[in-house]
């Protein structure tokens, strides 16, 4: 198993493939509850994001960066309606409407009208809904969040490969582990190591209900869970959404490699930068034997810093 840190640099998405369009392209755009959370995922020229949580303005450059056009997304898949999941929604002009993007979400969401979605256009979404978005194949499940019947995607390019974005989640269910089980890609919450967050000093509300089965998962359960989730299939796996006051990347790391090692897991383990963009793709092959310069969306190095 190979631990990087595979971040963009500007203009690039992954190397050669990018430009062939033959591979699967996953890069975190943000992860994190204060920088906000978008993941992007690309095949051909298919591209969609999950989730949107983040500034118009970062959104934007992040995606410029990256050399992608936010013309060209054909789709938005929303998890759940907090904040740091559907910000750039959130305006008198949200995202969505100023690119003519399709807003997937759902239909509970939608029909309560929380979020800020009630008047855009959206597709609406159940757990077992499947749709066709250009070149991609994108399955929604149930999971186990504080939100209204919130969901986790799995998308599938036409090569039958598949990554599964997995965060905000308190408990792993058969239905998540269905829907993330021997995925090639996985982007994976790892939200806190419990003793931080026991000793944070929050308040205990908030304590309680990140440690709910309604809340985050810790790094252990995040490992627990991961050695049961991948498979001979699986290459990657991104720990996602960590805590900045309660985790680092160091942390999460050391906890959750002793059980993709049980598992048997060779592939590389990356850790999303809260608010850099970072690749975990077989698109940028070289990931596995070196780590990146961090930039952010505005080009100023940001290291490895602890998120």
């Known amino acids: 198993m190979t631990v990087v840190t595979a971040t963009v640099t500007?203009?690039?998405?992954?190397?050669?493939?990018?430009?062939?369009?033959?591979r699967m392209r996953i890069v975190s755009l943000a992860s994190s509850s204060t920088y906000g959370n978008a993941y992007l995922i690309g095949w051909g020229s298919t591209y969609v994001l999950v989730d949107c949580g983040v500034s118009l303005r970062r959104l934007e450059q992040s995606l410029i960066s990256l050399g992608v056009s936010p013309r060209v997304l054909s789709g938005i898949f929303v998890s759940h309606e907090h904040s740091d999941h559907v910000k750039a929604l959130q305006l008198k002009t949200p995202f969505s409407t100023k690119y003519n993007i399709p807003v997937y979400a759902p239909r509970e969401l939608l029909m309560a009208g929380l979020g800020g979605l009630g008047a855009l256009p959206c597709h609406a979404l159940v757990s077992g809904s499947t749709v066709q978005v250009g070149s991609l194949t994108v399955s929604a499940y149930g999971k186990s969040h504080d939100a209204v019947r919130p969901l986790m995607f799995r998308l599938t390019d036409p090569n039958g490969t598949a990554v599964a974005v997995v965060t905000d989640l308190g408990e792993v269910t058969q239905e998540v582990y269905h829907g993330a089980h021997n995925a090639d890609y996985l982007v994976f919450e790892s939200n806190h190591d419990r003793q931080?967050?026991?000793?944070?000093?929050?308040?205990?509300?908030?304590?309680?209900?990140?440690?709910?089965?309604?809340?985050?998962?810790?790094?252990?359960?995040?490992?627990?869970?991961?050695?049961?989730?991948?498979?001979?299939?699986?290459r990657g796996v991104m720990?996602?959404?960590?805590?900045?006051?309660?985790?680092?990347?160091?942390?999460?790391?050391?906890?959750?490699?002793?059980?993709?090692?049980?598992?048997?897991?060779?592939?590389?383990?990356?850790?999303?930068?809260?608010?850099?963009?970072?690749?975990?793709?077989?698109?940028?092959p070289t990931a596995c034997h070196q780590s990146y310069t961090a930039l952010d969306a505005f080009g100023e190095s940001a290291g490895n810093a602890d998120t």
């Open 10 to 22: 500007r203009g690039r998405l992954g190397g050669r493939d990018a430009r062939t369009g033959t």
């Open 196 to 234: 931080m967050q026991l000793t944070s000093g929050r308040p205990q509300m908030l304590i309680r209900r990140i440690l709910g089965r309604f809340g985050h998962l810790s790094n252990d359960e995040a490992g627990a869970a991961l050695r049961e989730i991948v498979g001979e299939r699986t």
């Open 239 to 284: 720990l996602a959404h960590l805590s900045m006051d309660c985790n680092t990347p160091a942390q999460a790391v050391k906890t959750v490699t002793p059980y993709l090692r049980r598992a048997g897991f060779g592939g590389v383990l990356a850790v999303a930068q809260a608010g850099v963009p970072t690749i975990l793709s077989a698109a940028m």
